[in-house]
């Protein structure tokens, strides 16, 4: 598996990873209707360097990291992760988490920051935790579930 940053050429993969999550409503702060323009605008929306994970070919992965703020909150970065259905468990989100470890010093951030982790998001609370992230708040309530209806975000933060 390699990860390499993104090219116009990679807009149909990253989209076909993106549409069942962002419609299953589950992850992330989407419409879950949102059109297929849409979400590549928001993925590849201005300031974000967006990467994409393959082996031999196939997106497995992709994400982006973007500075969180700007001003004085601009040295912490932000990143959003979305591996294909193919690839769950094959440790695809542990390698681009790593990538974007080693990326953002190198981009001139001091700190990383995820906003908006929905609580019932455990695989990713767990792997973002085993790397050193902190839950440093907790959004009672922030998030409407499909399935199981008001849930809490958490706000995770990790010095670079």
């Not at 393959?54 to 973007?66: K, N, Q, S």
Request: glycine fraction near 12%; charge should be neutral.
């Amino acid at each position: 598996m390699i990860i390499r940053e993104a090219v116009g050429t990679d807009r149909t993969g990253v989209w076909t990873m993106l549409e069942p999550v962002f419609r299953g409503g589950d992850t992330y702060a989407i419409d879950a209707d949102i059109s297929r323009d849409d979400a590549l605008a928001y993925w590849f929306g201005p300031e974000r360097r967006v990467f994409v994970a393959e082996d031999d070919g196939a997106l497995l992965g992709t994400y982006y990291i973007v500075r969180n703020q700007k001003g004085g909150g601009s040295h912490v970065c932000n990143c959003g992760y979305v591996t294909s259905d193919a690839a769950r468990g094959r440790g695809v989100a542990r390698a681009m988490l790593a990538h974007s470890l080693d990326i953002a010093p190198q981009l001139g951030f001091r700190a990383m920051q995820y906003n908006f982790v929905v609580a019932t998001n455990t695989r990713a609370i767990e792997t973002w935790q085993r790397a050193g992230f902190d839950v440093v708040g907790r959004l009672p309530g922030a998030f409407r579930h499909p399935e199981q209806g008001f849930v809490d975000a958490l706000v995770m933060y990790r010095a670079l």
